[in-house]
């Protein structure tokens, strides 16, 4: 589902009916505005009440999908969601909390020192602190 779709049609209710059920993809639908998901192996009842849940303000999604869904939010941390952090966020001030470097968190993470000073910046930001020990303490409470 393209975002075009949902920012053409604000009001209008989207139902994802495919065959594709990996995670890129559904989240992508999610993202774009889909109301609910279902894959096109359900039995045609399924997909006919779907219909009618999205008309009548339901999120329908077929099993594996509200798992994946539900998986995703497991996923996340409390502070991730408290401070807004992206996951790579995450990822980066767990390692400065352990002591690594720009460099050395950008080479384990496979990206470049310059996107993790970016990433950085935006940790300061979210948390609202100034030092890297300010993120520290602040994300993990000490």
Do not use: W
């Not at 774009?32 to 339901?58: D, F, P, R, W």
């Not at 996951?87 to 968190?105: A, D, P, Q, T, V």
Request: charged content about 25%; proline content about 1%.
């Amino acid at each position: 589902m393209r975002k075009i779709a949902k920012q053409e049609y604000p009001d209008m209710q989207f139902l994802m009916c495919t065959n594709f059920d990996d995670d890129q993809k559904v989240f992508e639908a999610l993202r774009a505005g889909a109301n609910g998901y279902v894959l096109k192996n359900a039995e045609v009842q399924t997909i006919i009440q779907s219909i009618s849940e999205v008309y009548k303000g339901g999120s329908p999604m077929s099993r594996s999908i509200a798992r994946k869904v539900l998986e995703s939010f497991h996923s996340f941390s409390l502070k991730e969601i408290k401070y807004n952090l992206s996951k790579r966020e995450s990822e980066i001030l767990n390692l400065l909390s352990k002591g690594f470097r720009y460099k050395e968190i950008a080479a384990k993470l496979y990206i470049s020192t310059e996107t993790v000073r970016t990433h950085i910046r935006n940790i300061y930001g979210k948390l609202q602190v100034q030092s890297r020990t300010e993120a520290i303490n602040k994300y993990y409470n000490k």
